[in-house]
């Protein structure tokens, strides 16, 4: 694509591909926490939080209410 394309090589550009990011979710996110220079999190519990069934289970029981 035409946009990567102009993005590549760029030092405050960063892309990776929906389909890289569910295949390995902690390389890709620590990678993107360290690019905009964040504070280190617990990836593994963030990434277990965000998948559907806990966020669907969370909905159902008001746990974020």
């Given at each position: 694509?035409?946009?990567?394309?102009?993005?590549?090589?760029?030092?405050?550009?960063?892309?990776?591909?929906?389909?890289?990011?569910?295949?390995?979710?902690?390389?890709?996110?620590?990678?993107?926490?360290?690019?905009?220079?964040?504070?280190?999190?617990?990836?593994?519990?963030v990434?277990?939080?965000?998948?559907?069934?806990?966020?669907?289970?969370?909905?159902?029981?008001?746990?974020?209410?």
């Amino acid at each position: 694509a035409a946009w990567l394309a102009y993005l590549e090589g760029r030092p405050c550009s960063m892309a990776f591909s929906y389909e890289h990011l569910r295949e390995d979710p902690e390389t890709h996110l620590a990678a993107l926490l360290d690019f905009i220079e964040a504070e280190p999190y617990d990836l593994a519990a963030v990434i277990d939080g965000s998948r559907f069934e806990a966020m669907r289970s969370k909905e159902i029981s008001g746990a974020d209410q």
